[in-house]
C-alpha cells in the first residue's frame, strides 16, 4: 500500500523508521509504542518547563500524525473525493493535553456509509486498540447540517473543524452552509452562548472561588475563553483573536491578560491529567498539593506551598472573569443590541444612562474626577432599574483604579461616597461584587485585598476568604426580604430591629480580613475595623458595637455547639458577655449570615435550632437582669413538676415517679426536656427485665430539632457509648449529640441525637427504626466483651483531607470533670475509635458535646477515672492525647490508602 508522508514535520517523530516498522512490525504495537514514546517526551518536556503552547499545540499535531497513518491503513477507494477526516472541538482547533478527548467527525458528501462501512469501522477499531481516546460520529453533509440547525453545541464543533485526511472541498462546503447567513446568525449565536455561560456558572456558584474549583467550566475557566472566542470570531468573520487588533473589541493590555490566563490554565490542566491520568477537570485538595509542589512552590513560616499556588490561580480566574464581562457586555452591546434606537437620559454631569447602562457622559471623567470611580457605584445601588455598567466605562474604570491610592482613601468624599453605597437601597451585594471584580474594592480597603484569592485550608469553608465574606453581606441582604421570614424567621425579625444596617455590614466585611497574616484573625480584624470606622467618621459607640462584633463573630456559634445550653451558667455567662439586646441582636444576624456563607452544608435545622435557643434563652436572661441569676433547683422543679403532671394523667403514681428520679442527678433533670422526661420514665417504669432499656423517636427538644433521640439505659456496663457509637455509624448515621448519665444505682444512660449520613432527619419508618433497635441490641449484648471485640471490627473507609488531630485537656473546677477537646477530620467510626481509646485507657466518659463543622469535628468530652474524680496524673493525660491523635490519623491514612487501591 503506498501511504503518503504527512506533510508537517515533527522534529521529534522520524516517519521514515516508523513506516519501515509498520511494514515489518506488528501494526498495534508499532502504534503504541510511538505513541508512549511521543507521551514521555512530550511529559519530559513539561516537566522541564517548555512553553505550554508548544507542548498543546505538538501533541495534536502528533494525533494529526498517527491518525493520518491510522486511516491510511485501509482502503477508501481509487476515488476518495466523497469521505474526509475532520478534527473537530478542541482537536479541531489544534490544542490536545495529556487526556483530551480526540473528536474525530468522518464527513461523508452523500450517504454512502455502505460504501466505506468495513473500512470506518476497521479505523475506529484500530484507533481504540491503539490506545487513543477518541469521541467519533460518522455523518453525511446533510445530516451535520439538520443536526446543526437544532444543536447549537454541533454547529460549534463543526465551525472550529479541520481537515486531517481526504478532500477539503467537503468541510468547506459544510463551514459555508453553517455560516452566519445560513444558521445561527450572530445574534442567536451570542445569546445562546451566553445563556449556556449563565448556567455554567450557576452551577459552580457564580465564582471564581470555589476552593475545589472546575478549571474548564467554573467562571473565568478554560470555556469563558472559548466562549468569547466563539462568539467574537463568527460575529467578525476571523479565524483568530489575533485578527481583531485594532478593531476596539480589545486593548493590547487585555488580549496579554486573555493570552497570559489562558497560557497558566492550560499548564494547571496539563498537569492536571498527568496526577489523575484522566481528562479530569476539578482541582480537588490532593491535585493542588502535588501541581503546588510541581510548579516549584514551597512552604514559608506564613504560607503552605499550595496556598500560594492556588491564590495565584485565584488571581488568574478573577482576571479572566473580569475581561469576561468586558468582553461579553462589548458583544451584547455590538450584537444583541445593533441597530435598537439609543435612549439617553442624563443623570449628572460625570454620568448618564443609555438603554439603562451606565456610561460615563466622556472619558476623562474618571482622570478629571477620581472620585467617580465610587459614585458609578452609588448611583447603580440607589437605581435599580440600571442593569449595569457599559463596556467601554468599565475598561475606563480599569484603566483609572490605580488613582485610588492614600489621599483618594483620606478624602471625605470618597469616605462619605462609601458610606452611601452601603446604606443603599438596591443591590448592596451586586455593587461590591462589581467593586472586586473591577479592582475598586481591593485598592479603596487594602486589607480586602490582601485577602483576595485567599484560600482557606480548614476543612469546612468552600470558599475563598473574600468570596466568603460578600456572601456574608450578601446573607444580611436577604433578611430583610419578606422570603426570609421562612427560611431565618429569627434573623428576619431582628434584622427588623437594628437601628443601623451599614453597622452590620461594616462587621461582616471585616470579620474575616484578618485571616492569613498569623495570630487571632479576630483580633486583627478587629484593629482594621476601628480604623475603618474612625476614617469614615462613625461615632465612638458604633466604632466600639463593630469592633467587638468583629472580635466576637466566633463566640455565639462556639457556645451554642461547644456548651451546654440547657446550662443556666451557661446562658448567664454567654448573656454577661454580650450585655445588652443590641449586642446580640446584632451578633445573631452576623452569626447566621456567616455560618450561611461558610458551606451550604453547615447550616441545617439542628444547627439553627440551637442559635436559636440560646438567642432565646439568653434574650430571657437579659429581661430578667443579669444580676437575677436563675436558680438551678428552680428549673429542676420546673421541669420535674411538668414531667410529674403528664405521667399522672397516664397513671403513673407520684411515689412511683419519684423512686425512679431519685436514682438520676441533677444534670439529668437540667438538660432535658420535661417531655423526654416523661417519656423515659414511663418507659422504665414498664421495663421488667435486666437487659437494655432502648427507646427511638423523634425529638421533642427544640435545640435539637430535625433529629431522632435514642435513649438507651443499661446496667453496670462502662462501655456502652463505644458499643452504640459503633452500632449507629454501621448503619450510616450521624451522631449529632451525646448525653451520658450515670445513676445512683449502677446504670448508665445514655442519649443519642442521630440524622443520617448527609445530616438529613432519618424519618418514621417503622422499618427502620426495628433494625435500629435490633442493632443496637445485638451491639450491646457483645459490651462486656468489648475491649477485645472492637478490635476486630473494621471501620468503613473513606478518604479525607490530610489535617493532623489536634487535642486539649483540662480539668474543670466547677464540673468536677476532666475537659478533653479533640478537633479532627470527620470520618466514620470516629466516635467509636474514641470510645475505645477511653476503654483502653479505663477513662470513663461522664458526657460529650458532639459538633461536626463540615468535614471537621470539634468534640468535646467530659471524663474521669474508674472513681469518678478528673485525671490528675498528667502522665495519662499526655499518653491519652498522643493516643488518639495516633489512632485517628492513622484512620486517616488508611482510608487515603483504600481510596487508592
Known amino acids: 500500500m503506498n501511504i503518503p508522508y504527512f506533510e508537517r514535520p515533527l522534529f521529534f517523530f ?53 491518525v493520518h497513518y491510522a486511516w491510511h491503513q485501509f482502503e477508501w477507494g481509487e476515488d476518495n473525493s466523497h469521505v474526509s477526516l475532520l478534527a473537530v472541538g478542541g482537536f479541531g482547533r489544534g490544542e490536545l493535553h495529556p487526556h483530551s478527548d480526540i473528536d474525530l467527525l468522518i464527513l461523508l458528501d452523500t450517504d454512502e456509509t455502505g460504501r466505506y462501512q468495513r473500512s470506518i469501522e476497521s479505523f475506529i477499531t484500530l484507533l481504540w486498540d491503539i490506545g487513543l481516546e477518541i469521541g467519533q460520529s460518522v455523518r453525511t453533509v446533510e445530516q451535520c447540517l439538520e443536526i446543526a440547525r437544532k444543536d447549537i453545541t454541533v454547529a460549534t464543533n463543526i465551525f472550529e473543524s479541520r481537515t486531517i485526511v481526504g478532500p477539503d472541498a467537503l468541510r468547506q462546503h459544510l463551514m459555508e452552509k453553517t455560516s452566519p447567513e445560513h444558521m445561527w446568525p450572530a445574534d442567536e449565536f451570542f445569546r445562546a452562548k451566553w445563556d449556556e455561560q449563565l448556567k455554567r456558572h450557576d452551577k459552580h456558584n457564580n465564582t471564581e472561588y470555589n476552593l475545589e474549583p472546575n478549571i474548564k467550566n467554573a467562571p473565568g475557566g478554560l470555556r469563558d475563553i472559548q466562549t468569547i472566542n466563539w462568539v467574537a470570531k463568527r460575529f467578525f468573520g476571523v479565524r483568530t483573536l489575533r485578527q481583531l487588533e485594532g478593531r476596539g473589541f480589545f486593548t493590547e493590555a487585555e ?100 438603554d439603562n447602562y451606565i ?64 446604606a443603599c437601597p438596591y443591590g448592596l451585594f451586586t455593587q461590591l461584587k462589581r467593586m472586586k471584580r473591577y479592582g475598586i474594592l481591593g485598592r479603596y480597603l487594602p ?3 490582601r485577602v483576595t484569592g485567599q484560600m482557606q485550608h480548614d476543612l469546612f469553608h468552600i470558599y475563598t476568604v473574600d468570596a466568603h465574606t460578600l456572601l456574608v453581606v450578601k446573607n444580611m441582604r436577604l433578611f430583610r426580604h419578606p422570603d426570609a421570614e421562612e427560611m431565618f424567621p429569627v434573623a428576619a425579625h431582628v434584622m427588623k430591629r437594628l437601628p443601623k444596617h451599614e453597622l452590620l455590614y461594616i462587621a461582616g466585611l471585616y470579620h474575616d480580613i484578618g485571616k492569613g497574616r498569623g495570630g487571632d484573625h479576630s483580633t486583627l480584624g478587629a484593629v482594621d475595623a476601628r480604623e475603618f470606622c474612625e476614617r469614615h467618621g462613625l461615632s465612638p459607640r458604633e466604632t466600639r458595637l463593630v469592633c467587638w462584633l468583629v472580635e466576637k463573630h466566633l463566640l455565639m456559634s462556639k457556645v451554642s455547639q461547644k456548651q451546654d445550653i440547657s446550662d443556666p451558667d451557661v446562658i448567664h455567662n454567654f448573656a454577661l458577655e454580650v450585655g445588652d439586646q443590641l449586642h446580640l441582636d446584632y451578633l445573631y444576624a452576623l452569626t447566621v449570615a456567616d455560618m450561611n456563607a461558610t458551606n451550604p452544608d453547615i447550616w441545617n435545622n439542628w444547627r439553627a435550632s440551637l442559635l436559636r435557643q440560646l438567642y432565646l434563652e439568653t434574650k430571657r436572661a437579659l429581661r430578667r437582669g443579669l444580676e437575677n441569676t436563675v436558680d438551678k433547683q428552680d428549673v429542676i422543679d420546673e421541669t420535674q413538676a411538668a414531667a410529674l403532671h403528664k405521667l399522672k394523667r397516664k397513671g ?31 418507659a422504665i417504669a414498664r421495663h421488667d427485665s435486666d437487659g437494655p432499656l432502648i427507646l427511638i423517636d423523634k425529638t421533642t427538644a427544640p435545640d435539637h430539632e430535625g433529629a431522632t433521640q435514642i435513649f438507651i439505659r443499661a446496667k453496670e456496663r462502662s462501655n456502652v457509648f463505644a458499643a452504640a457509637a459503633t452500632c449507629l455509624d454501621q448503619l450510616n448515621l450521624s451522631i449529632q449529640d451525646a448525653r451520658i448519665y450515670h445513676s445512683r444505682s449502677g446504670y448508665t444512660v445514655d442519649t443519642f441525637y442521630v440524622l443520617d449520613q448527609h445530616g438529613s432527619p432519618i424519618g418514621d419508618d417503622p422499618g427502620r427504626l426495628k433494625r435500629i433497635y435490633n442493632s443496637l441490641l445485638e451491639e450491646l449484648s457483645l459490651v462486656e466483651d468489648y475491649p477485645s471485640v472492637i478490635h476486630r471490627r473494621t471501620p468503613r473507609q473513606l478518604k479525607h483531607f490530610a489535617m493532623p488531630t489536634r487535642t486539649s485537656i483540662n480539668n474543670d473546677i466547677s464540673s468536677g470533670y476532666t475537659v478533653l477537646e479533640v478537633i479532627s477530620p470527620d470520618r466514620p467510626g470516629l466516635l467509636a475509635r474514641i470510645g ?33 474524680q478528673p485525671l490528675s496524673d498528667p502522665k495519662l493525660c499526655e499518653n491519652l492525647q498522643k493516643e488518639i491523635c495516633r489512632q485517628l490519623d492513622e484512620h486517616v491514612e488508611e482510608s487515603k490508602n483504600a481510596s487508592n487501591i
Not at 305 to 332: C, I, K, S, T
Not at 654 to 680: K, N, Q, T
Not at 839 to 858: D, S
Open 836 to 868: 475505645r481509646i477511653f476503654i483502653e485507657f479505663n477513662v470513663q466518659l461522664q458526657n460529650a458535646k458532639i459538633t461536626t463543622l463540615g468535614e471537621r469535628v470539634e468534640d468535646i468530652f467530659f471524663i474521669t477515672d474508674d472513681e469518678g
Open 652 to 682: 403513673f403514681s407520684e411515689d412511683r415517679v419519684r423512686a425512679i428520679w431519685s436514682d438520676m442527678g441533677e444534670d439529668y433533670f437540667l438538660r432535658e426536656s420535661h417531655l423526654d422526661i416523661a417519656w423515659h420514665t414511663a
Open 359 to 422: 456610561e460615563v457622559t466622556h472619558t476623562k471623567v474618571f482622570k478629571e474626577e477620581p472620585s467617580a470611580l465610587l459614585e458609578i457605584f452609588v448611583l447603580m445601588g440607589n437605581n435599580p432599574d440600571i442593569r449595569g455598567p457599559r463596556a467601554s466605562t468599565i475598561r475606563l474604570i480599569r484603566e483609572n483604579r490605580d488613582r485610588i491610592d492614600d489621599d483618594f482613601r483620606n478624602d471625605q468624599r470618597n469616605q462619605k461616597l462609601f458610606m452611601e453605597l452601603l
Open 447 to 449: 486589607e480586602f485585598g
Open 14 to 66: 522520524d516517519q521514515s523508521r516508523f513506516r519501515h516498522a509498520l511494514q515489518t512490525g506488528n501494526r498495534v504495537t508499532v502504534f503504541k509504542d510511538a505513541i508512549n514514546a511521543a507521551n514521555t517526551q512530550f511529559n519530559r518536556r513539561f516537566q522541564e518547563g517548555e512553553d505550554i503552547r508548544t507542548l498543546v499545540y505538538e501533541r495534536a499535531l502528533f494525533v494529526d500524525c498517527i
Open 255 to 354: 488580549f496579554a491578560i486573555l493570552r497570559t490566563g489562558e497560557e497558566f490554565l492550560w499548564k494547571v490542566r496539563y498537569g492536571l491529567h498527568l496526577l489523575a491520568g484522566r481528562p479530569e477537570e476539578r482541582l480537588l485538595f490532593d491535585y493542588q498539593r502535588e501541581l503546588a509542589k510541581m510548579f516549584g512552590y514551597q512552604d514559608t513560616p506564613e504560607r503552605l506551598a499550595v496556598e500560594q499556588f492556588m491564590h495565584w490561580y485565584y488571581r488568574v480566574v478573577l482576571a479572566l472573569g473580569e475581561l469576561n464581562d468586558v468582553l461579553m457586555q462589548f458583544l451584547d452591546e455590538a450584537i444583541l443590541q445593533k441597530g435598537q434606537s439609543k435612549e439617553v437620559t442624563p443623570i449628572n454631569e460625570r454620568f448618564q444612562l443609555r
